[in-house]
């Protein structure tokens, strides 16, 4: 009898020391998928303090981080520029081809790279990475082609669970000087 398929048992099979960029979609990922819109037209989203401080320390590592998100909003512009954020890419639904785009600017291979994504339209992009990582609400297309799902929900630390095992395949001690999160 084989021992269940544990999420960390899932996750070690994986080569996370290899990741040099770490490219997500945003909603339903970075948000758990909702967004408020107000009578005004303006809309808010609710971004992970926790998620914020993993994306932080990926940083400082070296490892780049990329947003690549289908709908433009000005929400997502606000808290990536807090982040600092390296690479913001909107109002690309064709994500397979924002993040091809972007890898061979970076000159990166794809066991280089981790996606993680929510929707049927991120399941190709999460295919081609070297690791695709999918959220336990995603769409089943999306969560079909991930290597890994997380066990944090989207938008309450999901993010932050890849980060820290990116990180802790780095490096052990690693520490945050910038807590901007
Ligand atoms: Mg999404």
Do not use: N
Request: aromatic share 4%; proline share 4%; glycine share 8%.
């Amino acid at each position: 009898m084989t021992a269940p398929d544990t999420p960390s048992s899932a996750a070690s099979r994986l080569d996370w020391g290899r990741i040099r960029l770490f490219a997500m979609d945003v909603d339903g990922i970075l948000t758990d998928g909702t967004v408020c819109i107000s009578s005004d037209g303006s809309e808010a989203k609710t971004f992970s303090i926790l998620d914020g401080l993993g994306l932080v320390r990926l940083r400082e590592a070296g490892i780049t981080v990329a947003w690549i998100s289908g709908r433009a909003s000005g929400a997502t512009t606000r808290r990536a520029e807090e982040l600092r954020i390296a690479h913001l890419i909107q109002g690309r639904k064709d994500k397979i081809t924002a993040l091809t785009e972007l890898m061979a600017e970076l000159g990166l291979q794809p066991r280089e790279v981790c996606y993680m994504g929510d929707d049927d339209i991120d399941a190709p992009a999460i295919e081609h990475a070297g690791i695709g990582v999918s959220v336990p609400t995603a769409m089943p297309a999306a969560r079909t082609a991930a290597d890994y799902i997380t066990t944090l929900p989207a938008g309450r630390g999901a993010v932050r669970e890849i980060c820290d095992l990116i990180l802790a395949a780095r490096s052990p001690e690693t520490t945050a000087s910038d807590t901007r999160a």
